[in-house]
């Protein structure tokens, strides 16, 4: 349905309590959601780029609070827009739908922050893979220039790795 990154602009009813805000309809989205997680993030944390290589996933990003760098890379090797970086700063309240063949990350630029992922196929850390977040070929550029990592991101594959590596997404 979705062929590349959008954001969801969902109306905030905002009083003296704060506010309350509507994420998914399905007659708006029409993405069947079947797996629901969340991530806790301090500042200078990466996240990503992350994907499914079986069983991939679209995925519905609304963040809870903070303030995000998020990052989507197009994986469709059959699409002209192949390798292209998109990049958004999202803030609580901000909904983003990131399509099945794009690897995901993010940068926390807050103190903290809280992301909540719909997905519409379950994660399966088998078939999870990435793509690493300080590529060259990728040139992304990131705020912080001693990002909080994991282990497995810090060695992730190449984009070139990736090309070699996987038939098709």
């Known amino acids: 349905m979705f062929k590349k990154p959008i954001i969801i602009k969902n109306k905030k009813f905002i009083d003296k309590r704060g506010f309350f805000q509507e994420v998914y309809k ?7 959601i079947l797996f629901t997680a969340v991530a806790y993030s301090k500042k200078r944390v990466i996240r990503g780029l992350h994907f499914q290589t079986i069983n991939k996933q679209t995925k519905i990003i609304h963040i809870i609070n903070g303030k995000i760098l998020d990052v989507v890379v197009n994986l469709n090797k059959k699409s002209k827009d192949f390798g292209k970086v998109y990049k958004f700063v999202l803030s609580a309240g901000d909904i983003i739908v990131v399509p099945n063949f794009y690897a995901h990350g993010y ?19 088998k078939t999870e893979s990435g ?14 220039k001693e990002p909080i990592i994991s282990k497995r991101d810090k060695y992730s594959r190449s984009f070139e790795d990736f090309k070699k590596d996987i038939k098709t997404l």
């Open 26 to 32: 399905k007659e708006i989205i029409r993405i069947p």
């Open 107 to 125: 940068e926390c630029l807050s103190m903290n922050s809280t992301i909540m992922y719909h997905t519409d196929k379950p994660r399966s850390a």
């Open 131 to 144: 793509i690493n977040f300080k590529d060259k070929n990728l040139n992304i550029k990131w705020v912080t």
